[in-house]
């Protein structure tokens, strides 16, 4: 089965068949197991082996965490996203998603103001939960809209924290 897989701006091609696993059209050796009773799943991947605590979301979007780092994932099969290419040819320009708690937590650091352009992929803010902290990240590129919260708040989850709007809009409301 073929399967479109999107981490930010990057989308990979992902075919599972019965000869193996191709990424991108390169057989990589991959097994997935799933940890009964939790979110946690291990995975080796060409000879690595990697803890995955991945939490699917409402919008059918994944967020992922491995090696302390945050990802959000969306994976989606051929027909879906065939589905997906007709449909934004009617849809006009969507801008970046609002950065949102993943669980509820305590915000220590923002790392950005109003006004500022981000990338996708840098950092937004720190929010500790369970005694970890995570970095939240920008999935695409944006100017920073609104922040609606402070060092030291606590945020429940899916809160949103930080509202971006695309670089094109950030002549209107950015200062």
Same mark, same amino acid.
């Given at each position: 089965m073929l399967y479109f897989v999107s981490v930010g701006e990057r989308t990979l091609r992902v075919d599972l068949g019965p000869e193996g696993v191709n990424v991108d059209g390169v057989a990589v050796s991959a097994d997935l197991a799933h940890v009964a009773g939790t979110d946690l799943s291990s995975l080796l991947l060409d000879g690595g082996s990697y803890r995955v605590l991945a939490t699917r979301l409402e919008d059918g979007r994944w967020e992922l965490h491995l090696r302390g780092? /945050?990802?959000? %994932?969306? %994976? =989606?099969?051929?027909?879906? /996203? %065939? =589905?997906?290419? *007709? @449909? %934004?040819?009617? @849809?006009?320009?969507?801008?970046?998603?609002? =950065?949102? @708690? #993943? *669980? #509820?937590?305590?915000v220590v650091q923002l790392e950005v103001a109003v006004g500022d352009r981000v990338e996708a992929g840098q950092g937004v803010a720190i929010v500790e939960a369970m005694k970890m902290e995570n970095e939240l990240r920008a999935e695409a590129p944006g100017v920073v809209r609104h922040i609606h919260v402070r060092a030291g708040q606590a945020v429940e989850k899916d809160q949103i924290l930080i509202e971006l709007q695309g670089p094109a809009d950030a002549g209107e409301g950015a200062s």
């Open positions: 780092r /945050r990802f959000v %994932a969306e %994976a =989606i099969d051929e027909r879906t /996203r %065939a =589905i997906r290419e *007709m @449909a %934004a040819v009617s @849809a006009g320009p969507v801008g970046p998603r609002p =950065i949102r @708690a #993943p *669980m #509820p937590g305590l």
